[in-house]
């Protein structure tokens, strides 16, 4: 079996995981790529790959996505993305996992954390993190759906909307790689078998999450959030 092939097919299946769940393929399929490419092509072939996942999951999904929030988001973005891409040669990013990692579980699991955070939390500044911080680590849908899970209780539109501002979050992190000299046509064999496993788990996902039961489908989410975090916290010191 070739690679192409082989690659296109596990991203198929972690396609298909974050179009039940909304999000935790892209951490996967991060976690499985060095074993496929070298260090300096991880980053950009797995945003591009996540680009045509989550964009294509927002579009089966279109119905259920909250259009308010992208205004916002987007804007975080731009200026995350440009920060953060000026900073990355001169500050240490090491810690911020850590900080992610325990906002998460406390914006989850914590009603007094909420109330004191509710004034300073924003789809701006998640967008202005999470996109700007995807440039260096690949895979932070995490912190968008956090915010998603508490504000709706709806499964289909967490998972849509959150698709669409992770679209927004790979699509400004390749520009970022194309202007950083990254040459996306090297690739383009794994690349168009990637995306192609991608839109096929979208579809996948989007068909089976209809059989999941709202409520527990909500629980899982908040579960698997709070071990992602974790892992987050964890690698700081490894």
Do not use: C
């Not at 300073?120 to 993190?129: H, T």
């Not at 996109?131 to 759906?145: D, E, H, K, M, R």
């Not at 209780?153 to 790689?177: E, R, Y």
């Amino acid at each position: 079996m070739s690679q192409e092939i082989l690659l296109g097919i596990l991203t198929f299946f972690t396609s298909t995981i974050a179009g039940v769940v909304g999000l935790g393929g892209g951490m996967i399929l991060i976690a499985i790529l060095p074993s496929f490419l070298p260090i300096n092509a991880l980053v950009p072939v797995h945003g591009l790959t996540q680009l045509s996942s989550n964009l294509s999951r927002a579009v089966f999904g279109y119905k259920d996505v909250k259009l308010e929030v992208i205004p916002k988001f987007l804007l975080g973005s731009l200026v995350g993305v440009s920060f953060f891409a000026i900073i990355l040669y001169f500050v240490s990013l090491t810690y911020i996992p850590l900080f992610i990692g325990f906002y998460i579980l406390l914006s989850l699991w914590s009603q007094k954390f909420n109330d004191k955070i509710k004034k300073f939390e924003s789809y701006y500044l998640i967008g202005f993190i999470q996109s700007g911080f995807s440039i260096v680590v690949g895979a932070t849908g995490p912190l968008a759906t956090t915010l998603l899970v508490k504000d709706y209780n709806d499964k289909h539109t967490v998972v849509a909307t959150a698709a669409a501002l992770m679209s927004i979050t790979h699509l400004l992190k390749v520009f970022a790689f194309m202007i950083f000299g990254f040459i996306f046509f090297d690739y383009l064999g794994i690349l168009v078998a990637m995306i192609i496993g991608a839109i096929a788990g979208s579809y996948a996902g989007t068909k089976l999450r209809d059989k999941i039961d709202g409520k527990k489908f909500m629980l899982a989410l908040k579960i698997i959030l709070s071990f992602m975090a974790i892992k987050l916290i964890i690698f700081v010191f490894m």
